[in-house]
């Protein structure tokens, strides 16, 4: 029990920690389209492998976003949280709806001054499979990761091409057979953002006053 009520300590002084660093809080709504692609299944049974491939149809997403940012820091981080659909060939589902929960960290200019704000971004997570199916919570390690190029345009309109890679797990322990489906798509990412928080600590249009100096 020590263990756990250490753990929870040290994340929540890494989330103070984060938080007081910070000057600014954006909210980022996003949908996501991400184009059919072939996806990896990987089979093995008793340490007998087999593999094989399918063509499956897009996939979508929509989210939520939160981001940190520290005035003048050219890097950008946070986590969010969304629902994606299933992969399926037709009406063969390879992984079911998922839950995808990610941390982010994005470098760039981020000059809300400015008509165009590039960036890269990289995002790592897991996925919640939205089944009743036992095997796809049996043993799970489900995660992906993301590397993406944007832009953040007027009224804090963001467009993003990145590259998905998603990989799930579905076990079935008593038959020692396990499935590692696995997939890598091109997406394209619109968001747009809403300025929950500022604090500015450098404000050039205030007069110094002589007996501050």
Known sequence: MFLFRNFYTNVALL????YSATNAVEL?????????AQIGIDKKMND???EREWDTDHVLMGGLEFIFAAEFSPIHYGFGF???TSQKQNSLEATPMA?????N?????????RMFSPYIVTRYGTLLPLTTNSHWWERPFHYFVEIGAGVIMP???????????TSMRKSFSDDHTNFRISSGRLAIQLSL??????DRTYKPNTKIDDNDQ
């Open 15 to 18: 989330l103070f920690c984060l």
């Open 28 to 36: 980022r709504s996003l949908v996501q389209f991400e184009f059919p």
């Open 48 to 50: 007998v492998k087999e």
């Open 82 to 84: 969304g629902f994606k």
């Open 99 to 103: 839950i995808p929960i990610w941390a």
């Open 105 to 113: 960290v994005a470098f760039g200019s981020f000059n809300k001054d």
């Open 155 to 165: 009224w804090d309109i963001g467009l993003e091409v990145k590259y998905d890679y």
């Open 193 to 198: 953002g809403f300025e929950l928080s500022r």
